[in-house]
């Protein structure tokens, strides 16, 4: 029986990087599912890049731990791969189809995989299926490719600002200026717990109710992220001098 599927959190995008480095095994294999195309992928870890840039001696041993070309980097980086998902759809036949072939090829007594679900949160949020709906069925897709894999399924949610949503088709969907002012506080949004949002129980339409009167959309009751998660997830908080020890 696998292991229990886990959120880890906090990570920014480069700790996350950091994080899988060093606690990767020479006897198993990682795959990050990016929910994002490679092009945004790489914007974002120039600005968790540029955000961290402030935190001298963390920052300095990351870097160097992440670019420096030792034999513990050169032999695990060949184990981990990347796999990028830049709409909800894609993600969904990604995780069906891993799964299958999962199925086909996975021998018993093998080292366990490792499965990433990276920014599952922001590649559903400009979409219909930010909801409490619509991030269920993802989260059970996972843990489902999870179950059929044997592999230990890790949830994260990399702290980054708000980007642009990359497909224009839910354009209308997203917050007017006025309903960001109602929620944003004076931090800034890279620093807000992306677990702690609030979403719809059901699927958001893209027709939204009082737009003409610039009244907000109407979605009936709402509940956190987090309580949806919780459904299917443990959440491990990472100690940030522990990062070293593994997953276990």
């Known amino acids: 029986m696998p292991p229990s599927p886990i959120v880890l959190y906090p990570l920014t ?6 994080h899988t480095l060093i606690t990767q095994s020479s006897t198993t294999s990682t795959t990050l599912i990016i929910c994002s195309s490679r092009e945004t992928f790489l914007q974002d870890l120039l600005q968790s890049l540029q955000q961290n840039r402030s935190d001298d001696e ?3 041993s990351t870097l160097q731990d992440l670019a420096t070309p030792s034999l513990h980097n ?9 796999a990028f998902c830049a709409s909800v759809q894609a993600l969904l036949a990604y995780l069906t189809a891993y799964g299958r072939e999962g199925l086909t090829h996975s021998v018993e007594g093998q ?4 499965l990433f679900l990276v920014n599952a949160l922001a590649l559903h949020a400009p979409t ?5 709906q619509g991030l269920s069925r993802a989260f059970a897709a996972a843990t489902e490719t999870a179950l059929n894999t044997n592999a230990l399924l890790c949830v994260v949610e990399c702290q980054v600002k708000l980007r642009k949503a990359e497909n ?3 354009e209308d969907t997203n917050m007017s200026n006025a309903d960001e002012n109602d929620q944003v506080s004076e931090k800034s949004e ?3 717990d992306p677990w702690e949002q609030e979403v719809s129980i059901l699927n958001v339409s893209s027709r939204r109710f009082g737009s003409n009167s610039g009244e907000r959309a109407w979605a009936g009751r709402t509940v956190k992220t987090r ?3 919780e459904r299917w997830f443990l959440f491990q908080e990472l100690d940030a001098n522990k990062t070293r020890e593994g997953l276990g």
Not at 74 to 82: Q, V
Not at 128 to 132: L, V
């Open 58 to 60: 963390d920052q300095d």
């Open 190 to 192: 890279g620093e807000r």
């Open 128 to 132: 219909p299926s930010f909801s409490a």
């Open 111 to 114: 080292a366990k995989p490792r």
């Open 227 to 229: 309580s949806i998660a």
């Open 74 to 82: 050169l032999f695990t980086t060949r184990h981990i791969k990347l």
């Open 13 to 18: 995008l480069l700790g996350l990087l950091h």
């Open 168 to 170: 224009d088709d839910y």
